[in-house]
Nanobody, 122 residues
């Protein structure tokens, strides 16, 4: 599975963005997809994940502001982000197929896309 994240950009605080994760390979439609982010000087952290059946997981810091979704027919995942704050500034990565031991919120996914930069200005 190859993943391509896009949709990042510069947005003012309180604004919205939608990130897209385009995949190649139909395995994408049957695996969990996750989004992670890495802010400057910080470790990569979990943001959200969605299983193939639609069960969603969110980090507490983004709950009620971000929405993860997927379109299996299009082999595409999405991360809708509302009410953005400067603390959300980071490079965002999409990933697919977490390990069984790690689970959907862990940093142990098998496939990773390149990141897309989200900058939230104050």
């Amino acid at each position: 599975v190859q993943l391509q994240a896009s949709g990042g950009g510069v947005v003012p605080a309180g604004g919205s963005l939608r990130l897209t994760c385009a995949a190649s390979g139909h395995t994408f439609s049957v695996v969990t997809v996750g989004w992670f982010r890495q802010a400057p000087g910080k470790e990569r952290e979990f943001v959200a994940a969605i299983t193939y059946s639609g069960i969603r997981y969110y980090a507490d810091s983004v709950k009620d502001r971000f929405t993860i979704s997927r379109d299996n027919a299009k082999l595409t995942g999405y991360l809708g982000m509302d009410n953005l704050s400067p603390e959300d500034t980071a490079v965002y990565y999409c990933a697919a197929l977490p390990t069984v031991m790690g689970g959907p919120t862990s940093n142990t996914y098998k496939y990773w896309g390149q990141g897309t930069l989200v900058t939230v200005s104050s």
